[in-house]
């Protein structure tokens, strides 16, 4: 085998072209070339190659499944040209945990985090994540969406924010509350105050003028996280700042329930909303809401009871 290197480049450029992203995928495997380039086969691994890089950092089993994981989508790519290389099996490192719990945030609960990042050190970063959380929490747009809008990307005058390039490299329009048009505005007027010129057209910066780094997003978040003194509830439900998507979802279904209108409708609405392919992954965001399961079953009872 040779040309690792080509080859991951060429396996990123196919998989890119049918919608995938892979950044992470494309660092991880990044990652695992460097660590093959110290070894006496720099071109060439064994599934106990593999293994043994994936399991290397002192860090959960998911952690190690997800390295794994990268490895064998590019074996197998490298596999479908050269039937010799080997594809580490995918029960390999068994899966031994479940998917997290949404962390349901309440209305106190995102005014805490909000409130908490006026703690941050420099004002500019205390009004950049107070809008960041807060329109996260009224839009339900992922953490990577946000940090990818471009300030050409929100029309306030039509009081449209425009989504590009999303999940499976989709893009869509989501409408806002004209309360939340009056944060934009003035957020972006906040912008303009970035103690470094901006070098790119990022709605949100850092104070170094640049995009924010979803890294440095979900750190600063977990700070916050402690700082409002928010807590785990159950063994895997502990506050996440993809759960303020959640949130949303259930929020809006409740809002459904309650004021009487369809659910189902309004259940496909919020999919497209949300960006979502299948409407089977926004019923998981419903799921862990007891409150919502109530009223679900509140409604059928009086469907059954009508004559």
């Not at 106190?108 to 205390?126: C, V």
């Not at 039509?158 to 893009?171: A, C, Y």
Request: with cysteine; net charge positive; proline share 7%.
């Amino acid at each position: 085998m040779t040309g690792l290197a080509e080859r991951l480049g060429d396996y990123l450029v196919m998989r890119r072209a049918l919608g995938y992203k892979l950044e992470r995928v494309e660092l991880l495997l990044g990652q695992f070339l460097a660590h093959l380039a110290s070894t006496a086969t720099p071109d060439a691994f064994s599934v106990d190659d593999a293994l043994e890089w994936a399991t290397a950092p002192q860090r959960s089993g998911a952690w190690h499944r997800q390295r794994l994981s990268a490895v064998r989508g590019f074996a197998a790519y490298l596999h479908a040209i050269d039937p010799a290389v080997p594809v580490p099996p995918a029960d390999l490192l068994p899966a031994t945990s479940q998917r997290a719990v949404p962390y349901l945030y309440s209305d106190q609960d995102i005014r805490r985090l909000i409130d908490a990042a006026g703690g941050l050190r420099q004002p500019f970063r205390q009004a950049t994540y107070r809008t960041l959380i807060g329109l996260l929490a009224v839009t339900g747009m992922r953490v990577g969406e946000a940090i990818r809008l471009d300030v050409g990307d929100v029309k306030l005058g039509e009081e449209v924010i425009t989504i590009r390039h999303s999940k499976f490299d989709k893009s869509r329009h989501v409408p806002i509350h004209h309360t939340v048009t009056a944060v934009l505005r003035a957020h972006l007027l906040e912008r303009r105050r970035c103690p470094t010129p901006p070098v790119c057209p990022a709605v949100f910066l850092s104070p170094a003028g640049t995009r924010l780094l979803a890294c440095n997003v979900e750190s600063t978040f977990r700070i916050l996280v402690q700082q409002a003194g928010l807590e785990r509830r159950a063994g895997r439900c502990r506050p996440r700042m993809h759960d303020l998507r959640h949130s949303f979802a259930v929020a809006t279904l409740l809002d459904a329930y309650r004021n009487d209108r369809d659910p189902v409708a309004t259940m496909s609405v919020l999919s497209t909303y949300l960006g979502h392919v299948d409407p089977k992954a926004t019923y998981w965001y419903l799921s862990g809401a007891p409150e919502l399961l109530a009223l679900a079953a509140e409604r059928l009872e009086r469907n059954q009871a009508r004559p």
